[in-house]
């Protein structure tokens, strides 16, 4: 299974760069210093929320959860996986629904009983998206919390 927000994010930094350059056309037009910096206040604001857009990729493969990110104007071929590990170090998690975005907490325990939290902001998923994320997980947290009991019956 394979959820992304990649419409989502790419019209949204398209939008913004779309925003910021008609911004930029109007601070060199315009000769006011008051809208001039107001203007370049806008700019410098569009500019550091451009930068903050990430692509997210939740993927669930047999036994590997693999979580990537990368800027809506990378061209890579390849993206590395910002998160991946074996679907049975996932001891519990956390999806918040938010009105334009959410999270995802998992919470993660290693081979070395090592406890680990991974948050991932979920900006531009559709709520049948998180359902589905979350549909995922529940199953996977339910496998690693409720070991199969192996009741064998003895001839």
Do not use: W
Request: charged share 15%; net charge positive.
């Amino acid at each position: 299974m394979k959820v992304s927000n990649c419409t989502i994010a790419k019209i949204t930094a398209y939008s913004l760069l779309i925003m910021t350059a008609v911004m930029l056309i109007c601070v060199l037009l315009i000769d006011q210093t008051f809208l001039d910096s107001l203007f370049f206040a806008a700019i410098i604001f569009l500019l550091l929320i451009l930068t903050k857009i990430r692509i997210v990729t939740y993927e669930f493969s047999g036994g590997c959860v693999t979580i990537r990110k990368i800027h809506p104007f990378s061209f890579r071929k390849f993206i590395s996986p910002t998160v991946e590990f074996p679907q049975n170090y996932i001891r519990d998690y956390n999806v918040n629904h938010h009105i334009v975005s959410g999270s995802l907490v998992l919470k993660v325990k290693s081979k070395r009983d090592k406890k680990y939290a991974v948050k991932i902001k979920l900006f531009g998923f559709t709520y049948a998206q998180r359902q589905r994320i979350s549909s995922s997980l529940v199953s996977i947290v339910y496998k690693n919390n409720h070991p199969f009991n192996t009741h064998q019956k003895s001839f």
